[in-house]
């Protein structure tokens, strides 16, 4: 048998509520997580990660590599 992991990544601008729980109604009982970037103006939902507008690129990168790896979404990957 082989498992499969299949990873949608999508930038969304001046995305809200609404549109986080249309993913996750979309998405099925798959996981989603949501990566903030700039501004985090959510009232129900939680980054998981929160990037400031000065975090750098590599910075970034590396944060959200270490959460796809901690919950062992990706164990071992390159990018």
């Known amino acids: 048998m082989i498992d499969a992991v299949v990873i949608f990544i999508t930038a969304i601008d001046a995305e809200d509520d609404y549109d986080i729980a249309t993913l996750k109604l979309l998405n099925g009982s798959s996981e989603i997580l949501v990566v903030s970037v700039?501004?985090?103006?959510?009232?129900?939902?939680?980054?998981?990660?929160?990037?400031?507008?000065?975090?750098?690129?590599?910075?970034?990168?590396?944060?959200?590599?270490e959460l796809l790896a901690s919950g062992e979404i990706i164990e071992d990957f390159q990018i």
Do not use: K, M
Not at 38 to 65: C, K, M, Q, S, Y
């Open 38 to 65: 700039r501004r985090n103006d959510f009232e129900h939902t939680t980054p998981d990660p929160h990037l400031d507008e000065f975090t750098g690129i590599a910075e970034g990168v590396e944060t959200i590599a």
